[in-house]
């Protein structure tokens, strides 16, 4: 079992950041891809962002391309999300995930095993 728990959220105008965080107890936190998804109300969970077992590789959506930017540390078994220029439509609860390291890079639910609680994030207008 992996125990994810999100933190970070908040409510920030529009143009501004954030910077969400996950951390991870239980299993090797290496041996896991990560990855966040965000699901805004009456909307289905969506990709956000990934990164692979040693940091190597780091997908993102296209929508948050330029602005977000995932990185880990697996020394803290830490998960951040980096959230620059944010717009009202990046407004979501935020999920981290954590995913089998032996598989592929995955963008889909079903790619993650492991799942946090969620942390709100509100972008104003």
């Known amino acids: 079992q992996v125990q994810l728990v999100e933190s970070g959220g908040g409510l920030v105008q529009a143009g501004g950041s954030l910077r969400l965080s996950c951390a991870a107890s239980?299993?090797?936190?290496?041996?896991?891809?990560m990855g966040w998804f965000r699901q805004a109300p009456g909307k289905e969970r969506e990709f956000v962002a990934a990164?692979?077992?040693?940091?190597?590789?780091?997908r993102y959506v296209d929508s948050v391309k330029g602005r977000f930017t995932i990185s880990r540390d697996n020394a803290k078994s830490t998960v951040d999300l980096q959230m620059n220029s944010l717009k009202p439509e990046d407004t979501a609860v935020y999920y981290c995930?954590?995913?089998?390291?032996?598989?592929?890079?995955?963008?889909?639910?079903?790619?993650?095993?492991?799942w946090g609680q969620g942390t709100q994030v509100t972008v104003s207008s």
């Open positions: 995930a954590a995913g089998p390291g032996v598989a592929g890079l995955g963008y889909r639910s079903y790619d993650y095993n492991y």
């Open positions: 990164i692979s077992t040693g940091a190597a590789i780091t």
């Open positions: 239980g299993r090797t936190f290496s041996r896991y891809h």
